[in-house]
């Protein structure tokens, strides 16, 4: 599976972004998609994930806040991001994975990343 993200840039506190992350290959196999996310000098955490069957999961930091969806007719997942903060700089990756109820297990597939970056 190849994943390509996109749809990041530079967005002022409260406002937002949607990142798209389109996949090629073998999209039969996917299971689940996730966002995740790195500032500089942090790890890696997942954002939101999303199943084949529809379930989702979030990071508390982010609940109610971001919507992650999916176009099935182009293979591109969404991270659809309001109300956004400075602590939401970072830069965002997605991938395809597998999820066991609300538990996400990322895989191999990692898209190259897209900068986030909220500030007045």
């Known amino acids: 599976v190849q994943l390509q993200a996109s749809g990041g840039g530079l967005v002022q506190p409260g406002g937002s972004l949607r990142l798209s992350c389109a996949a090629s290959?073998?999209?039969?196999?996917?299971?689940?998609m996730g966002w995740y996310r790195q500032a500089p000098g942090k790890q890696r955490g997942l954002v939101a994930a999303?199943?084949?069957?529809?379930?989702?999961n979030y990071a508390d930091s982010v609940k109610g806040r971001f919507t992650i969806s999916r176009d099935n007719a182009d293979n591109t997942v969404y991270l659809q991001m309001n109300s956004l903060k400075p602590e939401d700089t970072a830069v965002y990756y997605c991938?395809?994975?597998?999820?066991?109820?609300?538990?996400?297990?990322?895989?191999?597939?990692w898209g190259q990343g897209t900068q986030v970056t909220v500030s007045s």
């Open positions: 991938n395809a994975g597998s999820m066991r109820g609300i538990y996400y297990y990322a895989g191999r597939s």
């Open positions: 290959g073998s999209i039969f196999s996917i299971d689940a």
């Open positions: 999303l199943s084949s069957g529809g379930s989702t």
